[in-house]
């Protein structure tokens, strides 16, 4: 399979590649031990992401994957992460063949599932711990 220069990238310098200690959000797809799996971690503050990790157990297009989305991540607001479904990172990854499209679909679902868990709880967490 021919993979884009930012996959390749992506894959062999991976960034944000790390089980982050302490997020106020956790996001996952898959089921970790069975399969592969990604997971999102997030800081946040008020509506913004201050800064975002993954974990995943994947081939290098997931990995690549993960990669992409911590970048985009960072600094971001919730509107505007809410955007980054498959087809977007589908194409910030250059285009994944069709067998691999479900790398793009992992990392989307468990940007999701870190969303649906971002709670005012979690903001207000965060906000408590910058203040201290």
């Not at 995943?56 to 994957?65: K, L, N, R």
């Not at 285009?95 to 599932?113: F, I, T, V």
Request: contains cysteine.
């Amino acid at each position: 399979m021919q993979y884009s220069e930012t996959v390749r990238e992506h894959f062999f310098n991976p960034r944000n590649c790390f089980r982050m200690e302490k997020p106020d959000v956790v996001g996952k797809a898959g089921e970790p031990g069975s399969g592969p799996f990604m997971l999102f971690f997030l800081r946040v503050e008020g509506e913004r992401i201050r800064e975002a990790s993954y974990q995943t157990y994947g081939c290098g297009p997931a990995i690549a994957a993960g990669s992409v989305v911590t970048e985009r991540l960072q600094g971001a607001s919730r509107v505007e992460v809410a955007s980054l479904k498959e087809p977007v990172i589908n194409e910030a990854l250059g285009g994944l063949p069709a067998a691999k499209r479900h790398c793009s679909a992992l990392a989307a679902q468990a940007l999701e599932d870190a969303l649906r868990r971002w709670s005012p709880s979690a903001t207000e967490a965060s906000e408590q711990v910058s203040r201290q």
